[in-house]
């Protein structure tokens, strides 16, 4: 957790300040009870009123002194705090934006949610407890016992006595209830996973009319939060009533004891009096003190919860013989006997023994059914994720011998889930040409994407809004902008993860006609579904579980793989032979 508290050195003159000014709140408060004393067996029981009003203003100036103090207490705490959780989350979402996308699939996106939001909003709010409570408490407790072993040593012993047993009592609630708050956080992370599912999946539960089931998975998952939580709460709960029960017996006893010291004349009613203010005081401290132990234990749970993003490192970093001079600049890619398998997964691996050369300029095909290991083979050209055996050229060199920023610089992608962000169509497109580039760039962009009729037919062209993820456009036209924004890169290497899936037919012919154009000389991947969307490509390979199952171009593999050969006939509506030719 050191790495967390890290984060409030900047900060730390106002973390200073503001204990040091509850202090003056305390002693203030301490010295009240003192002056009450005199005035009440000095001024009250004799009737002398100059010691009244000299007593009653010198009671005003120290209050004004303790409430001068707690403001400005407050003030400084609210500051050093909400500094300290901007800087820690900042912190926490750069690492984030670090970290590999093994990485990320091993928190959850759920959890790195809820760690960046309510985790750090408990790690403030303790950190506002802990400086307006942490000094002032435990001062005002001692004093408020030395304050009253100075008038009675039997009522202070008393008063002391039965302090310790308190916190003993409290401090055993509060090792119990730890576990349950850290399961409540767990259990918080489940269920932001769950309305992030269903939030960014709304049209599918819709489609399939699955409402109801999600309605209820979700009932579960927060029934289980609900019973965690005041499982957690109902353990705190003994706190409260313990400290109370504990100083009000105390009370009583002090009382009972004090009525007979005056009897014997061995106390002042107004020493008394100062005896069970001071009691209060112990009570509220107390009080205090177990209201922040409840924050401490739920911070220590966040601040656990950060500290493993904090401390994590991303399984896809710069090689420690990265040159930083490299650059891609031919965009040929080859693969040489290369494995992998997803980190902690269990089965044979994704891909297995896959080599391939795509020279540059040249167009490769990829086919294949579901979890065949199409979008994990291009994944591991940009890095997403290391091979397990074998290796990964570019421009004849090991991918991980490159910088990262240049490799992936080199790579322009469009994924298979078309992610695009909340702002204009502009904003978005910008994300690929720079915010330099003149507005004839993106328009020729959008051109060839096929993007350019419906930019153009909206009110605002390219200051068009869109929602997060594209809300607002349709899935074609999501497709047709990411496919602009990449072509914006001008990178050596062009990906397309199933870019088309939403296009029609013609709308796909002509961008397959304008991209063959444009790209020239680019090394381009494509990833479909369709025959169609790749059958012009100089190379194809059909991958199945993980290996090559077949390669050649259109026409040959018209010859060599009837599996092929089905699928165009399916998707083509056209027979071939078994000796079809190669340009059938």
Excluded at 92 to 121: P, Q
Excluded at 262 to 288: K, N, W
Excluded at 415 to 424: C, E, M, P, R
Aim: glycine fraction near 10%; aromatic fraction near 6%; hydrophobic fraction near 50%.
């Amino acid at each position: 957790m050191k790495r967390v508290f890290a984060y409030m050195r900047p900060h730390l003159l106002f973390f200073l300040i503001a204990p040091a000014l509850k202090a003056v709140e305390a002693v203030a408060g301490l010295l009240q009870p003192k002056i009450m004393t005199t005035t009440i067996d000095i001024g009250v029981v004799t009737g002398n009123m100059d010691v009244i009003w000299s007593n009653g203003l010198r009671m005003l100036a120290v209050a004004l002194v303790g409430i001068a103090g707690g403001l400005g207490a407050s003030v400084f705490a609210a500051r050093s705090s909400q500094g300290f959780g901007a800087d820690l989350r900042q912190a926490v979402f750069d690492k984030v934006m670090s970290l590999s996308l093994a990485d990320v699939d091993r928190f959850s996106t759920g959890s790195l949610i809820t760690r960046i939001t309510s985790d750090i909003v408990q790690l403030e709010h303790t950190a506002i407890m802990m400086q307006r409570i942490m000094v002032r408490a435990p001062l005002l407790a001692i004093g408020a016992v030395i304050m009253t072993l100075s008038i009675s040593v039997e009522l202070g012993l008393l008063l002391l006595a039965i302090s310790g047993i308190l916190l003993v009592v409290v401090g055993f609630i509060m090792s119990k209830a730890f576990p349950l708050f850290t399961q409540v956080q767990q259990r918080l992370d489940t269920v932001n996973s769950v309305v992030q599912e269903n939030l960014s999946g709304m049209r599918t539960v819709k489609a399939y009319d699955r409402g109801s089931y999600e309605v209820s998975r979700f009932d579960a998952i927060n029934d289980l939060l609900f019973r965690t939580s005041v499982r957690a709460g109902r353990t705190m709960a003994f706190s409260g009533p313990t400290v109370s029960l504990g100083m009000n017996m105390a009370t009583l006893i002090v009382l009972w004891r004090g009525g007979q010291l005056v009897a014997g004349r061995e106390l002042a009613i107004g020493q008394v009096v100062a005896v069970t203010q001071y009691i209060a005081q112990v009570l509220f401290s107390l009080s205090m003190l177990g209201f922040l132990l409840i924050n401490l234990v739920r911070a220590r749970a966040s601040a656990l919860r950060v500290s493993e993003v904090l401390e994590a490192q991303p399984t896809v970093v710069d090689q420690p013989d990265a040159d930083p001079v490299l650059r891609v600049t031919r965009g040929e890619v080859e693969f040489r006997d290369v494995d992998f398998r997803y980190p902690g997964a269990a089965g044979p691996p994704t891909l297995s023994g896959i080599s391939l050369r795509v020279p540059q300029g040249h167009t490769l095909g990829i086919l294949g059914g579901t979890s065949s290991g199409k979008s994990t083979l291009v994944s591991l050209i940009p890095r997403f994720y290391d091979v397990t055996a074998g290796e990964v050229l570019v421009d004849g060199i090991n991918v991980r011998r490159y910088p990262l920023a240049n490799l992936r610089a080199g790579v322009s992608i469009v994924l298979q889930d078309t992610v695009l962000f909340s702002g204009t169509i502009e904003d978005n497109l910008r994300w690929g040409a720079g915010p330099d580039a003149a507005r004839q760039e993106l328009v020729a962009a959008a051109e060839v994407a096929q993007a350019a009729h419906f930019i153009q037919a909206s009110a605002d062209g390219l200051n068009t809004i869109i929602g997060q993820r594209g809300a607002g456009l349709s899935g074609g036209q999501r497709q047709r902008v990411s496919i602009a924004r990449s072509l914006l890169r001008k990178a050596p290497i062009l990906i397309l993860d199933d870019a088309t899936s939403a296009l029609d037919f013609r709308t796909e012919l002509n961008l397959r006609r304008a991209l063959r154009r444009h790209a020239k000389g680019t090394t381009t991947i494509i990833i479909a579904q369709r025959v169609a969307s790749v059958m012009d490509a100089d190379e194809i390979i059909i991958l199945e579980d993980g290996r090559i199952a077949a390669r050649g171009t259109h026409g040959e593999l018209l010859r060599t793989c009837p599996s092929y050969r089905q699928l165009c006939q399916l998707q083509l509506g056209v027979k071939f032979g078994e000796g079809a030719a190669a340009n059938e």
